[in-house]
């Protein structure tokens, strides 16, 4: 089974610039998220999908953070413009949950490698 | 609401010995699963172990094995045997099964296996 793929895997910007990540999911996988970890942190939730409807942007900045899912499947997360403090790395995930089924490998994250952002 | 604390920023253990990380969540639903996750210093998250909140037995996979005592919310991770390919960030996470089921992770524990 192939993973869930992310691109670029590094990416070097100048604040204000914008830059976008790019996320394919395992196949199958209903629901796909996006974290965003600073380093020495835990991996904070940005934002959630199920199939292609958003189920939580709580902690999105909206202002210049934005995310699609489109047909339900891959999935872009766009940030503009940036600033120092969204060096990062984004990190995406996604699994095969559609319910509330508590005992099976349904609810298990599967991540990829991450894209790791630096601005300067 | 749901967090996850992890009280324990670092710790070291001798190769071959047992070790046990801390996790403590709150969340006043009765529905919720709890994880366990490696990142070494490549950066990847690997997951170990999973607990359902309505699971009777202790989860367990292979030298990993999940201390939940539900009454304390608590959630410890036991790593019989390490290795020194156990050295890496270990983050403790919950996701509650009621509104926006979102995974929330705690700020981790670095572990460090020295030979």
């Known amino acids: 089974e192939a993973g869930v793929a992310q691109s670029p895997r590094y990416k070097i910007i100048e604040k204000r610039q914008s830059v976008a990540f790019w996320c394919n999911p395992i196949?199958?996988?209903?629901?796909l998220y996006w974290y965003q970890q600073i380093l020495g942190q835990g991996p904070k939730l940005l934002i959630q999908f199920q199939n292609n409807g958003v189920v939580d942007d709580s902690q999105l900045p909206k202002d210049r953070f934005s995310a699609e899912r489109l047909k339900g499947v891959d999935s872009t997360l766009k940030i503009q413009p940036a600033k120092l403090e969204d060096s990062a790395v984004y990190l995406c995930?996604?699994?095969?949950?559609?319910?509330?089924?508590?005992?099976?490998?349904?609810?298990?994250?599967?991540f990829g490698a991450g894209s790791r952002l630096t601005v300067l | 609401a749901q967090k996850i604390t992890q009280t324990q920023p670092g710790m070291f253990v001798q190769e071959k010995e047992a070790v046990t990380l801390d996790c403590t969540y709150d969340?006043?639903?009765?529905?919720?699963?709890l994880f366990w996750y490696k990142q070494p210093s490549s950066g990847e998250m690997i997951f170990l172990i999973y607990q359902g909140s309505y699971d009777q037995q202790n989860a367990t996979e292979g030298r990993y094995s999940l201390n939940f005592q539900k009454a304390r919310k608590s959630a410890n991770l036991v790593i019989s045997a390490s290795q020194l390919g156990d050295s890496a960030m270990y983050f403790c996470?919950?996701?509650?099964?009621?509104?926006?089921?979102?995974?929330?992770f705690g700020q981790g524990t670095r572990l460090t296996i020295n030979p």
């Open positions: 196949s199958g996988h209903a629901t």
């Open positions: 969340t006043s639903d009765p529905s919720y699963g």
């Open positions: 996470a919950m996701i509650r099964f009621q509104g926006a089921q979102k995974l929330v």
């Open positions: 995930a996604s699994s095969l949950r559609t319910g509330g089924d508590l005992s099976s490998g349904a609810n298990v994250l599967t």
